[in-house]
């Protein structure tokens, strides 16, 4: 009746469920109508909105399988979903995989993996270091989770893992498997140098080289299984390796199907067969083979097989593989293509042959080394042995064919097993192994349409693994019901034992085909037919097909009916080859390697496989054995005896260790990127057992809650009187409300269990519960919104109303205002019109009066002037009339005077005519019209050249009257020629007066063309200025647009000087950016360096445990180590050895070839040595002969300058006792006036008296210590020369006698003895000269000596008189002193030789410099002085008459006194300690190596072992002490490493000694004397710089310490914090009941309710404010604090942002509420703290950002552009990853369509960004170190007595 209700509740109308599709294989409905109990048919509706009836099984009436809810789809794990059936399995996969992208999903134990046919970046190294450590629950399926949790489990629970990855070909199983090995390698490291992590690798390439090739299906499909165990030590680190092969694929090498190539090593030498190393190999394109071109497919699309085969070389050297077994590897595989291209032809039809000198036999023969007619005979013929003899038999060409193809298939299967062995080999290493992880990549079911007996075997080992997961589910289902305390109820499920015995069983098909392979005349046919005869009718999983006789099929598990063609079983089981032809290579004496392979043919099919020295370790090898003499060959194992034997070994392994599962899928046939194929899914999961997974779990109790869980989750349930303080009653009592079926659930110890489907039905339940509620509240919010809008309308129309009638009031007093306003503006408006009237009217009557008497007045003057015009017009008249009569009398006596004169005219007209006629008068008017002619040229000439400038017409004129001129002249010269006969010419004159009328013509025509040009040339000129004016306007507008253009370039310019200023700026941000880069490089370099140091220690301390019982090991002390550093520049040596030491040791662990050619080389470096040797001992001996020729005189010369030494010395021995004397008399005056009271204490003479006293003490002292120096250097000197004495009385008559020994004749005895005097003679006369040199020299030294004198003389006068002076005054009068010398000198320089002068200048310059470093020097020993004068006076004051009789002031400097306790006042003191050599260990042990940090940060001054530690620096270098500066330095610095590395790991420790080392590093550059350091200082602190040393070096080298101390306490804290934030920023519910617990699956995740022990926000606070409190109690820099603090929130959000990128359960809106809470109480703890500015926060914004994308809306293309314009701190593929992600955790919630992350990615298509995924959590920002100068005075510092360092003395 429950049933009934509740299958009544579920199938509701809107319910949706799963029909079956033969296309889709499932798909999904909606009822359109409830169902009730007894309905045939249910009415659907389909997605696509097609309505249909759906018809119950009348039998069964079996409803269709429900769909989970909307918020358990793309779970995880498959076992979270409700209902558990095929159609949610393989909807969940298909959503995960097509919209979310994530190919990895968990169903219970298993991952379920599919292949996305494309490269994605989620295995890189910052993926590895993100799943390393977390629980396989707590982050997203991934193959990491799983290679995390076997290295987990095997590291917690002390037991081997095995990671079984198995699928289909082409489903990424030899993908997977080599993540994982990575993943192992990467998180383990290796023990040793042999970087076992790395070759175990590189035998991937090797292994995919040579047994992996392209099939239809895959293109790098595994041919092979392989089971590689991985060992560990006991710190669980790599040590080794070892691989098991099972099953190769033999027949591929000689047959390829279509679209199929060989293995990939054979296309890899075909296209490198170009390289110079492989033309011995005569290999050409793959596609002249035979056995590389039947697939016609030799080239993979996106492959270079020539870079393959360099990665494999390069593999195979990493191995241990060198290039000679290279090479040979190669030959073979060269010679199996050769061998597949000799061609058998028929001699008949019994026999075959090869013809002779074939190309390719012959190149298999040179290549293997065998001879060319041994080959082609066994090639085609086989010898056959009986009981009596042995004959040879002709083989047909079929088998002659098969036989060649054998022969290949065995030698490449040699060659497979024989690389596997070496390359296990390699992977051996010495170390015992601890554990291991066997990865196991195996192939999956295989169904071809021709199955044969590879199919088989590989289908009867899935057979067994799926038997033994079944088992391995079954058994945790069982452990997990029992642990909880469930009443166990037996689960049926599937078990194919009865397959596996139909198999293996007795009489089983291995059995029988064995059986048949042993007799005579077995057939595949015969076989067949045992087989039909014995399980035909015995067991149901065997049947016949009907069709064939040749074939049967198998039942296999999960339904899969597979067919197998019984040809070819025989033979691939036996596995034969011709044994002649194995003889034959075995006898190549060329080719070692060949030989090799068979030779180890009986190692390689035993039946453990068991390799000698290899560790107990097991190989094997499913290869049949050849090898084995007649005796034995019954006893050979067939191929599936042996598979069978190893199958069992692999399974007892895997029995023996935990096992993890993965489960390949391959979603289409098409290698389609992201393209999933239902079908072929369904078949895969059914194939691979996750269905029987789901079925197991749904069988059972599938959903598992935590009482805490429902509690939470189902809280909305519950009244508030269920509620009770038992949570676990709670949850009983609730439960039992809800589901009243009590076998629908059971109550564990922890747990509650479900059935399949109880929790869709609670989640509908609360959803149910949930919408009411919404209801509820939507009702009462409307109810309020609605009063709320009412009441706020009622309150505006009271408000309107108000300021209405307001309105109105206001309108009514204004109108009242305004009328009588009107009124007041009309009296005075009337009053003003009146006046105006008025007025103007008195003006017009006074205009008009104006007028009228004007008027009158211009009358009567107009009458005064007429007459007076009148008067004047009568005179004018009257005159004109006069001068009329005048001029007409004037003009007849004119006339009558010309008419007498032309009377007269006439007359002499007529006397001219009759001259005319005469010759004079001809000439006369000749000669007047040549000058006229000239002058009209003349005139001409002018004009020609006024016109010729105006225009070309003009000149062409002038032109044109030059040419008439020249006529005319030549006309005047002809008529000159005939001058004498003018007479009979006289009638031309006329002529020529016609001409010349005709000339003055064109001259009147020129002049009027010249005043044409020039009115044209006017007109020109009037036009240019009209021009010139509009260039003028023109100008003025390009002025105009000039000054526009400077204008605009102005603001150009200024926009360009804004421009650059901004460029300028990103400029100097990219130098900024590019200097933190550079820090931080080199930063990473110096971490590096400190790891190289770790792991040389290390290294170190492994060579000393593994050598200790080595006799002839030089071995330091442990000790000597803390004493030394890298940074002391004297022990450089010491380093070299010590490394040339420790690289031996390394190399002991090398290989054994690697140490034979170290040897070798070792030998020749020797010899080479001892030859060298030997050439510098003849050497030495040539330069000792030649050295003893010089000695002599080098005697003489040396005697001189002995003689002057000691003269010297007997000098300054008289000077001493003058000195002595000096001082006797002064303390003698001293007592005398003692004795009178003159010389007491304070008076000025006592003063002077004890200031020279002080000099002459100092004095005294430097003289003591130059004789003592010149005693030693002579006593050196004489037993020099006593020493070269002896020797040349011991080597001359040697050398004399060896010499006198050569020489064998009298000739040659002659000889030598002349040339032997030359030589003396010679060398004579070079000792001559020296001695004369000597001579010279030494007067001039005596001369000089004696200068010296006098100058010491006058030094001493002058000390005594600047003695007398005041300070000041007394280094202004040595240096008057000094300047006035110095100027003598020059002078008399200059008297000289004047061309030394600058050479004297450059001195002076130099002698000035070296002066104010005296006068420096003076003023610290004169304030040294001064106070050993105050202890002088107050002893003297102290003592009494008889003690100061008996101690003098020069015995209190020269002997030793009984200490007097004299107090001292602090002003004393110049903040230095002194400790002595033997202290420096004391002082490193107490002040560094045994201090606790607590102590001295709670009690005692900030960073105090810094400043005594400088205190004690500052004293060495008072003194001088180079050799103590530099030892304290290197003890400090290494005693810092020593403690840091023994508690590296104690924040306390670090952090102090952080700020220690700042502190000393700023005090080092604060004292060092820089300017840029100094100017921080007081004058007091200024007094106590550095004199003698410059420390730059040195503050680097600790700087390059504080930068590494830094980085472990970053380190350290991330330690800390590193388990805090996941648990505390994500899973920790800081805003209780914002979000609910979801279903979870078998992989539990880390619960967010708060339990005991578990991380909180609170908890990420606290410990953030102990990390600032402790470095505020040490005295850390506020800069650094802020950096370190900027450093734990980038930590915080890197690592809340990538756990966050990679938890499909933390993508949710109720979580990024929770997260944005988080960072605001994280940025409350910075306010609170006043670090706001130290760049925390902006660390954080990828953060915030992601939180902020969860809940934003993520539904139109507004909401995509205000995401792409939000999320700038997050790269493409984080916002992406955020999206896909997003998971409802209520029904109210709507997913993230793919059509939106689409646009999103289109949108950020253009950004340039990393692709990286997760943010770098191990980076570390780049740290600087401001200086920060101290105003502590040092002198002020006190020494506590805890610290027991007494042994300091204050200086």
Not at 69 to 76: A, F, K, R, S, T
Not at 1628 to 1635: A, F, K, M
Request: aromatic residues 8%; proline residues 3%; contains cysteine.
């Amino acid at each position: 009746m429950n049933m009934n209700r509740e299958l009544e509740y579920m199938f509701v109308q809107c319910a949706r469920v799963w029909i079956p599709d033969a296309e889709e294989v499932w798909k999904s409905a909606e009822l359109t109508k409830d169902f009730k109990n007894g309905d045939a048919s249910l009415q659907l509706m389909l997605e696509d909105g097609t309505s249909i009836e759906h018809k119950l099984d009348p039998k069964t009436k079996n409803l269709p399988y429900l769909r989970n809810p909307d918020i358990l789809v793309g779970e995880n794990d498959l076992t979270a979903l409700s209902y558990l059936h095929e159609p949610a399995v393989l909807h969940n996969l298909k959503v995960r995989f097509i919209d979310s992208k994530l190919i990895y999903t968990y169903c219970g134990i298993v991952l379920v993996a599919i292949n996305p046919y494309e490269t994605l970046g989620i295995y890189g190294t910052d993926i590895i270091n993100a799943y390393s450590g977390q629980n396989m629950g707590d982050m997203d399926p991934h193959i990491f989770a799983v290679a995390e949790e076997a290295y987990k489990q095997m590291a917690r629970d002390e037991r081997n893992q095995s990671i079984i990855v198995s699928g289909e070909s082409g489903a990424g199983k030899t993908v997977s498997a080599k993540y994982a090995m990575r993943y192992f390698a990467t998180v383990s490291g290796s023990t040793s140098e042999a970087n076992v992590e790395q070759k175990v690798l590189a035998s991937n390439p090797i292994m995919e080289a040579i047994g992996n090739a392209k099939t239809t299906r895959n293109d790098n499909s595994s041919r092979f299984g392989k089971y590689i165990e991985i060992g560990f030590d006991t710190r669980y680190r790599i040590i080794g390796a070892n691989m098991r092969t099972y099953l190769l694929e033999k027949s591929r090498v000689v047959f390829q199907a279509d679209e199929e190539r060989n293995y990939h090593i054979f296309y890899q030498l075909c296209a490198s067969s170009h390289l110079p190393e492989f033309k011995t190999l005569k290999l050409s394109s793959a596609n002249d083979f035979l056995y590389t071109r039947q697939g016609r497919s030799p080239v993979i699309q996106g492959v270079d097989d020539t870079k393959e085969l360099s990665t494999t070389r390069n593999a195979f050297t990493l191995l241990g593989i060198n290039e000679s077994y290279q090479m040979g590897l190669f030959q073979v595989l060269a010679a199996i293509l050769h061998l597949g291209n000799v061609e058998i032809k028929d001699r008949d039809s019994d026999s075959s042959l090869i013809p002779p000198n074939n190309r390719h036999l012959t190149a298999f023969c040179e290549l293997v080394g065998v001879t060319y007619q041994d080959m082609s005979q066994w090639l085609c013929h086989r010898k056959l042995k009986t009981a009596t003899e042995t004959y040879v038999k002709t083989l047909p060409r079929l088998q002659a064919t098969n036989a060649r193809d054998a022969l290949a298939k065995h030698i490449y299967a040699k060659l497979f097993n024989w690389i596997v062995e070496h390359v296990n080999k390699a992977l051996i290493t010495n170390i015992k192994q601890h554990s291991f992880i066997g990865v196991l990549d195996i192939y999956g079911f295989e169904t071809f349409e021709i199955n044969s007996f590879e199919q088989f075997c590989i289908n009867y080992a899935n057979e067994k693994l799926q038997q033994q997961f079944n088992m391995h589910v079954f058994k945790l289902e069982q452990e997990e019901y029992m642990k909880e305390q469930i009443p166990w109820t037996l689960i049926d499920f599937y078990d194919n034992q009865p397959c596996i015995n139909l198999i293996e069983a007795k009489m089983g098909i291995l059995d029988l085909l064995d059986e048949e392979c042993k007799m005579p005349k077995g057939s595949d046919d015969s076989w067949a037919q045992k087989l039909y005869n014995t399980h035909l009718k015995t067991c149901s999983l065997f049947e016949k097909p009907r069709m064939s006789n040749r074939a049967f099929i198998i039942q296999h598990f999960a339904d899969k009916q597979v067919e197998y063609q019984c040809e070819g079983f025989l033979e691939k089981n036996k596995d034969t080859v011709n044994e002649d032809q194995i003889n034959v290579l075995k006898a190549s004496k060329k080719f070692d390697l060949l030989v090799e392979l068979f030779q180890d043919e009986e190692k390689a099919t035993s039946p453990t496989g068991q390799v000698p020295g290899t560790g107990g370790r097991t190989r094997l090898s499913i290869k049949p054995d050849k090898g084995r003499d007649k005796s034995s060959k019954e006893h050979k194992k067939t191929v599936g005896c042996q598979f069978r034997n190893s199958l069992q070994m692999l399974m007892d392994t895997l029995n023996a260790t935990t096992p993890h599962y993965v489960r390949c899928i391959k979603p289409n046939d098409f290698k389609l990127a992201f393209s999933f194929d239902p079908k072929r899914a369904v078949q895969q999961l059914r194939a691979c057992g996750v269905l029987e997974t789901i079925r197991i779990s749904a069988a059972g109790f599938p959903s598992r809650w935590t009482y805490q869980e429902f509690f939470s989750r189902y809280r909305v349930l519950m009244k508030q009187k269920d509620v009770l303080s038992d949570k676990k009653l709670t949850c009983r009592n609730v439960l039992e409300k809800l589901v009243e079926d009590q076998d629908k659930y059971q109550f564990g110890k922890t747990k509650i269990f479900f059935r399949a489907g109880q929790v869709a039905y609670l989640e509908k339940l609360r959803a149910d519960k949930l919408r009411v509620a919404c209801i509820r509240i939507q009702k009462t919010i409307r109810c309020w919104l609605a009063r709320k809008k009412y009441l706020r309308k009622r309150s505006a129309a009271i408000t309107i109303q108000r300021f209405t009638r307001g309105y109105q009031a206001r309108c009514l007093a204004k109108f009242m205002r305004r009328t009588q306003a009107a009124t007041i503006i009309q009296k005075y408006q009337r009053m003003y019109v009146e006046r105006k009237r008025y007025r103007q009217k008195q003006a017009a009557a006074l205009v008009m009066q104006t007028i009228l008497r004007a008027y009158m007045a211009r009358q009567k003057y107009q009458g005064l002037v007429r007459e007076h015009n009148a008067v004047i017009i009568q005179k004018r008249v009257r005159g004109w009339l006069a001068r009329c009569w005048y001029k007409r009398c004037l003009v007849s006596l004119v006339y009558l005077q010309c008419c007498f004169r032309r009377m007269k005219a006439r007359r002499e007209l007529k006397k001219l005519k009759i001259e005319a006629r005469s010759v004079e008068h001809f000439k006369k008017l000749n000669k007047g019209m040549e000058n006229k002619i000239m002058q009209l040229q003349r005139r001409i000439d002018e004009q020609s050249k006024d016109n010729r400038s105006i225009n070309e017409k003009l000149v062409s004129l002038e032109t044109s009257s030059t040419a008439e001129r020249e006529r005319m002249r030549g006309e005047l010269s002809r008529l000159r020629g005939v001058e004498e006969d003018a007479k009979n010419k006289g009638n031309q004159v006329t002529s020529l007066l016609e001409q010349l009328e005709k000339l003055r013509k064109e001259l009147s025509s020129t002049q009027k063309e010249k005043k044409t040009i020039e009115d044209w040339a006017q007109t020109y000129r009037d036009e240019m200025e009209k021009m010139v004016s509009e260039l003028k306007d023109q100008n003025c507008s390009l002025k105009k647009e000039k000054d526009d253009l400077n204008r605009l370039i102005q603001e150009q310019s200024q926009q360009m000087t804004e421009k650059m200023a901004r460029a300028i700026v990103e400029k100097t941000q990219q130098l900024e950016t590019d200097l933190n880069e550079e820090r931080s490089r080199y930063q990473n370099l110096l971490t590096e360096h400190l790891r190289l140091e770790e792991k040389y220690d290390d290294l170190k301390e492994t060579m000393v445990s593994s050598n200790v019982s080595k006799p002839g090991h030089r071995r330091t002390d442990s000790t000597h180590s803390s004493n030394e550093s890298e940074y002391t520049y004297n022990s450089e040596y010491a380093e070299l050895e010590e490394g040339s030491r420790a690289a031996e040791d390394v190399t002991r662990g090398m290989d054994t070839s690697l140490t034979l050619k170290l040897q070798k080389r070792l030998t020749e470096l020797e010899q080479e040595k001892q030859s060298l040797r030997n050439e510098l001992e003849n050497r030495e001996d040539q330069f000792q002969r030649a050295r003893a020729r010089d000695d002599v005189e080098f005697k003489k010369a040396r005697g001189a300058e002995l003689e002057y030494e000691s003269l010297k010395r007997q000098e300054l021995e008289s000077e001493n006792k003058k000195l002595k004397h000096d001082l006797v008399e002064i303390r003698r005056s001293l007592l005398g006036n003692a004795a009178t009271g003159a010389g007491a204490p304070g008076s000025p003479a006592y003063k002077v008296v004890l200031e020279q006293l002080n000099a002459s003490c100092e004095e005294l002292e430097v003289r003591k210590e130059e004789v003592l120096i010149l005693r030693s250097q002579l006593v050196s000197q004489k037993e020099a020369m006593h020493h070269k004495d002896e020797k040349e009385t011991m080597t001359e008559p040697s050398a004399y006698v060896e010499d006198v020994s050569k020489l064998k004749d009298a000739g040659e005895l002659k000889q030598a003895y002349i040339g032997l005097k030359d030589t003396n003679r010679l060398l004579e006369h070079q000792l001559q000269t020296q001695r004369r040199g000597y001579d010279s020299e030494v007067e001039s030294l005596r001369g000089e000596l004696q200068n010296v004198k006098e100058e010491n003389n006058r030094q001493q006068q002058l000390l005594a008189q600047n003695l007398q002076l005041p300070p000041e005054a007394r280094i202004e009068a040595s240096l008057q002193h000094e300047i006035t010398r110095l100027t003598n000198e020059n002078l008399e320089l200059l008297a000289e030789d004047p061309t030394a002068s600058r050479e004297a200048r450059v001195t002076i310059l130099r002698r000035m410099v070296d002066l104010m470093e005296q006068l420096e020097k003076q003023d610290r020993t004169i304030r040294k002085l001064k106070k050993q004068l105050k202890v002088y006076s107050k002893r003297i004051g102290e003592m009494g008459a008889q003690t100061e009789g008996q101690t003098s002031p020069g015995q209190m400097v020269d002997e030793p006194i009984h200490p007097v306790n004299i107090p001292r006042r602090e002003k004393d003191f110049q903040g230095m300690l002194e400790y002595k050599k033997e202290d420096e260990l004391k002082l490193v042990k107490n002040l560094i190596l045994e201090l606790k940090p607590r102590g001295v940060a709670v009690n005692l001054i900030p960073g105090l072992p810094a400043y005594i530690l400088f205190m004690c620096l500052r004293h060495a270098d008072y003194v001088n002490d180079d050799q103590k500066v530099r030892t304290l330095l290197t003890s400090t610095i290494n005693s810092i490493k020593k403690i840091l590395k023994k508690r590296g790991d104690d924040f306390e420790t670090v952090s102090f000694w952080l700020s220690n080392t700042c502190r000393f590093l700023h005090c080092l550059k604060q004292y060092s004397g820089d300017e840029a350091f100094i100017k921080h200082n007081t004058q007091r602190q200024n007094e106590h710089i550095l004199s003698n040393f410059d420390l730059a070096e040195y503050r680097q080298v600790i700087s390059d310490l504080a930068i590494q101390i830094y980085q472990q306490l970053i380190k350290c804290m991330e330690n800390i914090l590193q388990p805090m934030i996941v648990s505390g920023m994500l899973e920790h519910e800081t805003i209780q009941g914002v979000s609910g617990v979801k279903p979870t699956g078998l992989r539990k995740r880390t619960s967010s309710i708060v339990d005991e022990g578990t991380y909180t926000l609170d908890s990420i606070l606290r410990q953030l404010s102990a990390f600032h409190s402790t470095m505020c109690q040490h005295g850390t820099d506020p800069e650094l604090i802020k950096q370190v603090v900027k450093q734990q929130f980038y930590i915080i959000g890197a690592v809340t942002l990538n756990n966050l990128l990679l938890r499909k359960d933390m993508c949710s809106w109720s979580k990024g509420m929770q997260i944005r809470y988080n960072v605001s109480q994280l940025e409350e703890w910075l306010r609170d703290k006043g670090l706001m500015t130290c760049g925390a926060k902006e660390t954080l914004e990828p953060l915030i950002q992601a939180a902020q994308l969860l809940q934003v809306k993520k539904k139109t293309d507004e909401d995509a552009e205000a995401i792409c314009s939000m999320c700038l701190a997050l790269t493409t593929a984080q916002i992406v990853k955020v999206l896909n992600l997003y998971t409802p955790v209520n029904e109210f919630e709507e997913r993230v369509s793919v059509a939106f992350i689409r646009t999103i990615q289109t949108r950020l298509r253009d950004r340039c960004e990393s692709p990286q995924l997760l943010m770098d959590t191990k980076m570390i920002y780049p740290v600087t170190f401001p200086f920060n100068p101290s105003s502590l005075a040092l002198e002020t510092i006190q020494i506590p007595s805890s610290l027991n360092l007494s042994f300091l003395t204050r200086v």
